[in-house]
């Protein structure tokens, strides 16, 4: 396990340079990349353009959790996890809200400096 400390300087005044580039933001970003391992499962139903270089760079990293004011990478370069289908009984479909007339939800966006009601449009 890597433990960051003090991630909470993305928000002081005096370490704002950074701009949107905090390293807060860096490593929401990469929980992306661990995301994008399963990518590979459904390629059509995903953006072709994936930085595959990136997603290797953080093949070891299992997770990242976020405290407050520290993150975790739980890393095992050991693991060659490769991402499969599990499951633990019959595949049932289930039934996709945008098939029932449903385009889309408001959802209340988790910023920490405002409020933001954004609209979450289905496929």
């Known amino acids: 396990m890597l433990a960051i400390e003090d991630t909470y300087t993305s928000?002081?005044?005096d370490f704002a340079s950074h701009g949107s580039y905090s390293f807060l933001e860096y490593l929401k970003d990469a929980s992306d990349l661990i995301v994008g391992r399963s990518f590979n499962l459904y390629p059509e139903r995903f953006p072709r353009q994936i930085n595959h270089k990136l997603i290797d760079k953080f093949?070891?990293?299992q997770s990242i959790e976020f405290f407050n004011g520290v993150c975790a990478l739980h890393i095992n370069s050991a693991s060659n996890d490769a991402s499969k289908i599990m499951r633990n009984r019959n595949f049932t479909p289930i039934k996709d809200f945008r098939y029932s007339g449903k385009k889309s939800a408001l959802i209340e966006w988790p910023y920490i400096d405002k409020e933001t009601i954004v609209?979450?449009?289905g496929g």
Request: hydrophobic share 55%.
């Open 11 to 13: 928000f002081m005044n």
């Open 59 to 61: 093949k070891f990293v």
């Open 119 to 121: 609209e979450v449009k």
